[in-house]
């Protein structure tokens, strides 16, 4: 079957946001007084933000009731840091700009809404896609594949006709357990290993002429 719809992942997939992450924990987490080194904050790219901050206060002994309060301030950072520096990877809008109009376009992703729309303006992709499945739209988080059924559902498209884009394990085995069977692990910075297994892996998006070969476009 043909492609008609490509769903793409967002956080290093689309766009370069560990470090807006990192810093907006720090700025976050310094009120407190606490000095967060890098490698502490970089694990907030990976984990949910609640449960990210969940652990950090039951490493130090302090109750979590105060969790959703710190994460808002902290998002509310995260959305500053992401308008005033977005980071695309090479090739996204090239990429994107192809597809539109050839098939249909969606992100599926567990950050937020608002994350999300802050780097599309900016890079001018916002009417590219027709579908956004965030953090917002869904109660668990990938690898379950609720975010992806939900996609499916909003598209009318059924598993066999997309292509998912993804970077991760857990974002791998979302897709797959929402029965798409054509994925595509983005590396960009990642090489290729075990996390990639069973995908078609590629190192970036460039040069999109090869990628879009690849989908038959």
Sequence with gaps: MSVKAVLFDFDGVIAE???HHVAAWQRTLSVMGWQVPDEIAARAAEV???EFLRGLFADRGIPTDKVEEWVRRK???TVQLLRDSPRVYPGVVELVRNLAGKVRLAIVSDT???NIQAVLESAGLTAAFETII???DVTLAKSDPQSYVLALKRLRRSARSVVAIEDS?????AARAAGISRIIAVG???PFGDWAY???YISGFEPVEGLLKHLGL
Excluded: M
């Design 17 to 19: 946001t560990e470090n």
């Design 48 to 50: 949910e933000d609640r």
């Design 75 to 77: 998002q509310a950072l």
């Design 112 to 114: 937020w809404r608002e």
């Design 134 to 136: 965030a953090k917002d």
């Design 169 to 173: 394990p857990s974002g791998l085995a």
């Design 188 to 190: 960009h910075r990642r």
């Design 198 to 200: 069973g995908a078609t």
